[in-house]
């Protein structure tokens, strides 16, 4: 449920030693507007055995954020397959968004020999053109996928660079429950009007992509 409105001035706290709110019927109109807001599903794609999930359409100045959700994202390879994105400004033609991030990372061994949060230069990218990983390692297991979101700031701004910031949880070929953390930004004052996902090898086998503009 999305909150529209509060108006500051017709909540008011009583001295405190009685902490209790009590509600002032005056108001001189000094009120908040739209402070809330909602997600609003713009498309869903079902990927089987797909070498690529595009959304080519929707990403507009409509809204001012976008996110997409990835859920259980099952690669049809088990050879430490990595699920990946990247822009485009010209309507999906090319998907060659040049880009800066930052890509760290937490896991745990499913035998509990293991646990590490760190850093990974491997998988960030210093002005590159490049697939941005945003999780390493899927495993192709019956059992294994993974999910997870990334946000994408304002992408028909031809004034600013367009900041993403993205988190996935997924199952290791190796067993073992991994969170990739990845954040950037396009370097471009250009609209990105398109963005694409894929495995860094081999087909998705399954999984499913949402698409919401956020009001």
């Given amino acids: 449920m999305a909150l529209s409105k509060v108006d500051f001035n017709n909540i008011n706290v009583t001295p405190a030693a009685s902490k209790k709110l009590k509600w002032n019927s005056s108001a001189n109109g000094f009120e908040t507007g739209d402070v809330g807001g909602s997600m609003v599903l ?16 929707g990403i507009d100045s409509t809204y001012k954020e976008y996110i997409f959700k990835f859920i259980d994202i099952h690669p049809a390879s088990d050879s430490d397959v990595q699920f990946q994105f990247n822009g485009s400004a010209d309507t999906g033609s090319n998907y060659n968004v040049t880009k800066t991030t930052t890509h760290f990372s937490a ?26 990983t945003l999780s390493t390692s899927i495993g192709a297991d019956n059992d294994q996928c993974g999910s997870g979101y990334i946000h994408l700031f304002n992408p028909s701004s031809t004034t600013f660079v367009k900041h993403f910031i993205s988190n996935v949880s997924f199952v290791q070929s190796d067993d073992v429950q991994r969170i990739d953390y990845v954040s950037g930004y396009f370097n471009t004052t250009s609209a990105v009007d398109a963005v694409q996902f894929k495995v860094s090898s081999g087909n998705i086998d399954s999984g499913t992509i949402k698409m919401y503009g956020i009001t």
């Avoid at 713009?42 to 359409?57: D, E, K, Q």
């Fill in 42 to 57: 713009l498309s869903t794609v079902t990927a089987s055995s797909s070498s690529t999930v595009s959304f080519t359409s």
């Fill in 107 to 132: 896991y745990h061994y499913e035998a509990d020999t293991y646990t590490s949060v760190g850093y990974n230069t491997a998988y960030d990218l210093a002005q590159s053109t490049a697939f941005q």
